[in-house]
């Protein structure tokens, strides 16, 4: 059973601070790696794709690839209030091959 | 460019009727996702199709749930007869090729169709 964990939270961070979102994947030979963002009501919008081991940055996100560690994580600097909303982890099936596996979300909430 | 669209963006409707959800996919993209959303089970793929052939149904919970691609710009989801337990927000999706590597596992989502059945 291909899974992918996230803590559902809800996870409070101030505002101005760094908010760490974290993700562990069942399947050890997943390629693509991707976060999605959630406002209540809305649909998830893609924020940040990862394929390699690393960091990946883009504006205040940073995307860290860990295959080894099976673990994917989103760092977002300088929280702001409009950044609340719930964020997926999705990992490519290899077996479905075109097919992504969502973790259930973490909610996060920028307290100002 | 336009987005995923769907419609329509909420459906009310009786138990026992039938429900058909559209779908627009973007323009040149070649893959298309039917998700359904609820708070107790998450995300969940129901069905996709690669140019317009259906690959993958395992996720539609029965058969009440069909769906079709007739054509590269557009898919219907049907249930038949609809029950209370089938409300839930439903989600189009479509992939693209990556002009560097002829392909990407990228979706990117409509704005989805709250459906609600009393």
């Known amino acids: 059973q291909k899974e992918v964990e996230q803590n559902s939270g809800p996870l409070s961070v101030p505002e101005g601070a760094i908010a760490s979102l974290n993700c562990t994947y069942s399947?050890?030979?997943?390629?693509?790696f991707f976060w999605y963002r959630q406002y209540s009501g809305k649909s998830p919008e893609l924020i940040m794709s990862?394929?390699?081991?690393g960091d990946k940055e883009d504006g205040r996100f940073t995307a860290q690839l860990n295959k080894a560690s099976q673990y994917v994580s989103l760092l977002i600097r300088d929280s702001q209030p409009s950044d609340s909303a719930t964020y997926l982890c999705?990992?490519?099936?290899?077996?479905?091959?075109?097919?992504?596996?969502f973790g259930q979300g973490t909610r996060l909430t920028i307290n100002p | 460019d336009a987005g995923v669209i769907q419609s329509p963006r909420h459906e009310v409707t009786e138990m026992g009727q039938e429900v058909t959800l559209r779908c627009k996919p973007i323009?040149?993209?070649?893959?298309l996702f039917w998700y359904r959303q609820t708070m107790m089970r998450g995300l969940e793929l129901l069905i996709y199709?690669?140019?317009?052939?259906?690959?993958?149904d395992s996720g539609m919970p029965e058969d009440r749930f069909s769906a079709k691609m007739p054509n590269a710009s557009f898919s219907t989801l049907k249930i038949q007869p609809s029950e209370p337990r089938d409300s839930a927000v439903y989600f189009c999706?479509?992939?693209?090729?990556?002009?560097?590597?002829?392909?990407?596992?990228?979706?990117?989502f409509g704005p989805g169709t709250r459906l609600t059945v009393t």
């Open positions: 999706a479509s992939r693209g090729l990556s002009h560097l590597t002829g392909f990407s596992y990228e979706q990117y």
């Open positions: 399947d050890r030979g997943s390629q693509s």
């Open positions: 990862i394929y390699s081991n």
């Open positions: 999705a990992v490519n099936d290899i077996q479905g091959a075109q097919k992504l596996v």
């Open positions: 323009s040149g993209h070649n893959s």
């Open positions: 199709f690669n140019n317009n052939v259906p690959i993958d």
